[in-house]
């Protein structure tokens, strides 16, 4: 958060000299737009609070009447979201006292300006925040949620980053569950900051490992670590991941892959909190949270034997489902959009991203998406990479989506009443040439006839027959081509 977000903030300095109210209150002041105001009884500090908001108190510690660390007890009983700096010299213990009741920040009065302002903005970057996640109408994440389905799961990753359980992501490939997941670890981290007063990110790291893609050797020691000589090639000891991930979120990916003799590892990892690396009789505590995924049916796996059902058991505490992008056609327009701007940014793109034409909007909601999310950052990309001008039209996409989005059978939905038509008129004895079926007509004829009557309506004018077939013109001359079509109407003897 950057340090115009925190303007406008108040802050309560509290000190019995007054000389040094007036010194501090000029001081802070003048390093942003705060609103500064000032109290020499630190009895009267309750009965502001009742009236006033405050977002940060900065206290001397030895005062008459109230101790600096009585003087936060007491704000933490009206507000415990209202930031509290000590400014004054403390001794090292009671330093550690003070820690340890809460208080956030002890800074020293001769160590100079520099770490009080950073102090400062650190603890209103704090409150903000804080005063953010109280309020559910402030969004949390940058990531797109306009479809309902996506909502709720972003609401269950926001339960679960209140607590360190174990997770399992399912969903089908490239429908984001890693996206998912690194969201849930900056939630929880975030809440961890705000609740922790010694929190730093290198001792809460997000680190990811895809089970599916190391040999069975490489990943036992890559998860747990090995000691020097375990096995050809190790040279020196090595921490696994879980060790690495100290505090943080081990994302484990394709848990599924996992051989059944991993599979009991792991899961005396999760339920004892250790590790024995390999070539190691020694256990090694661990702590960080477990975030689990897979793109495979895995109950279908425990039914078969394939899966423990324990680790299933132990890793499913809080599952988490992230629909395929076919279930999310009201997210297609929103996510196209966004990696339009990825994209263009990346590509260095002069003047605006891209913009979806409404013909070409149209294919990529009634495509099926068999990649989800993936597939249409890929198929935005391609866009950029083969495309020219401000637009992405119809023909920019690639030829699975134009076929199987507007092709055959979406891209002729447009028509087909008037193919109902001319089949109903067929099977009255209407003109349908050479039918390969007598009685009745295939899809393929009646596709072909109703085409050749277009040509003959437009007297052989194919743009205008795309028009009135609701085609683009491409597709017009690839289905004049499988069908042998002449502009005249007549097939090709």
């Known amino acids: 958060?950057?340090?115009?977000?925190?303007?406008?903030?108040?802050?309560?300095?509290?000190?019995?000299?007054?000389?040094?109210?007036?010194?501090?209150?000029?001081?802070?002041?003048?390093?942003?737009?705060?609103?500064?105001?000032?109290?020499?009884?630190?009895?009267?500090?309750?009965?502001?609070?009742?009236?006033?908001?405050?977002?940060?108190?900065?206290?001397?510690?030895?005062?008459?009447?109230?101790?600096?660390?009585?003087?936060?007890?007491?704000?933490?009983?009206?507000?415990?979201?209202?930031?509290?700096?000590?400014?004054?010299?403390?001794l090292e213990d009671h330093r550690e006292r003070l820690i340890r009741k809460g208080i956030r920040a002890i800074v020293d009065k001769i160590k100079g300006d520099e770490v009080l302002r950073e102090q400062i903005?650190?603890?209103l970057v704090i409150r903000h925040e804080m005063l953010d996640m109280a309020n559910p109408s402030v969004p949390t994440s940058k990531i797109i949620q306009s479809d309902p389905q996506m909502v709720k799961v972003f609401e269950t990753v926001k339960q679960a980053a209140k607590i360190p359980s174990p997770v399992l992501i399912q969903g089908e490939p490239g429908t984001g569950k890693e996206l998912v997941a690194h969201e849930l670890h900056r939630q929880r981290n975030r809440r961890l900051k705000l609740e922790l007063p010694n929190f730093t990110e290198k001792d809460h790291p997000y680190l990811a490992v895809n089970c599916g893609a190391l040999s069975r050797t490489l990943l036992e020691s890559q998860l747990f670590g090995h000691k020097k000589g375990a096995f050809t090639g190790s040279s020196s000891d090595q921490d696994g991941v879980f060790i690495a991930?100290?505090?943080?979120?081990?994302?484990?990916?394709?848990?599924?892959?996992?051989?059944?003799?991993?599979?009991?590892?792991?899961?005396?990892?999760l339920q004892e909190k250790e590790v024995t690396p390999v070539g190691s009789t020694k256990a090694l505590k661990i702590h960080a949270r477990v975030i689990c995924a897979t793109n495979r049916p895995i109950q279908e796996l425990v039914r078969e034997g394939k899966f423990r059902a324990d680790l299933f058991y132990r890793i499913h505490v809080v599952n988490i489902v992230v629909p395929p992008l076919r279930?999310?056609?009201?997210?297609?327009?929103?996510?196209?959009?966004?990696?339009?701007?990825?994209?263009?940014?990346?590509?260095?793109?002069?003047?605006?991203?891209?913009?979806?034409?409404?013909?070409?909007?149209?294919?990529?909601?009634?495509?099926?998406?068999?990649g989800n999310v993936r597939e249409l950052n890929n198929c935005i990309e391609r866009s950029f990479a083969l495309g020219e001008g401000e637009l992405i039209e119809p023909e920019d996409l690639p030829v699975e989506i134009r076929e199987q989005g507007d092709g055959f059978e979406a891209g002729l939905a447009g028509f087909k009443d008037p193919i109902r038509t001319v089949g109903d008129s067929m099977a009255a004895g209407g003109p349908l040439r050479n039918?390969?079926?007598?009685?009745?007509?295939?899809?393929?004829?009646?596709?072909?006839?109703?085409?050749?009557?277009?040509?003959?309506?437009?007297?052989g004018v194919k743009s205008r027959a795309a028009t009135l077939l609701s085609i683009d013109r491409n597709r017009l001359y690839r289905l004049m081509s499988k069908y042998q079509i002449l502009a005249a109407g007549e097939a090709v003897e």
């Open 1 to 90: 958060m950057s340090e115009r977000t925190v303007e406008n903030s108040k802050i309560l300095l509290v000190d019995d000299d007054q000389d040094l109210l007036f010194i501090y209150k000029a001081k802070i002041s003048s390093w942003g737009n705060y609103e500064v105001e000032t109290e020499h009884d630190p009895r009267q500090v309750r009965e502001r609070l009742q009236n006033e908001t405050f977002d940060l108190i900065i206290s001397d510690m030895d005062m008459p009447y109230l101790q600096g660390d009585q003087l936060h007890d007491v704000v933490n009983e009206v507000d415990r979201s209202i930031q509290f700096i000590i400014l004054s010299s403390v």
């Open 327 to 370: 279930e999310r056609e009201s997210e297609i327009e929103d996510l196209a959009n966004h990696f339009s701007r990825e994209v263009a940014r990346n590509y260095n793109w002069n003047g605006e991203p891209r913009k979806l034409t409404p013909g070409a909007l149209k294919l990529l909601k009634s495509y099926s998406w068999p």
């Open 245 to 269: 991930a100290k505090r943080g979120t081990l994302f484990l990916d394709e848990i599924t892959e996992l051989d059944l003799d991993l599979q009991v590892k792991l899961l005396r990892a």
């Open 121 to 123: 903005l650190r603890a």
């Open 435 to 459: 039918s390969s079926r007598g009685e009745f007509p295939t899809y393929d004829e009646v596709v072909a006839e109703h085409i050749r009557q277009a040509l003959v309506h437009t007297h």
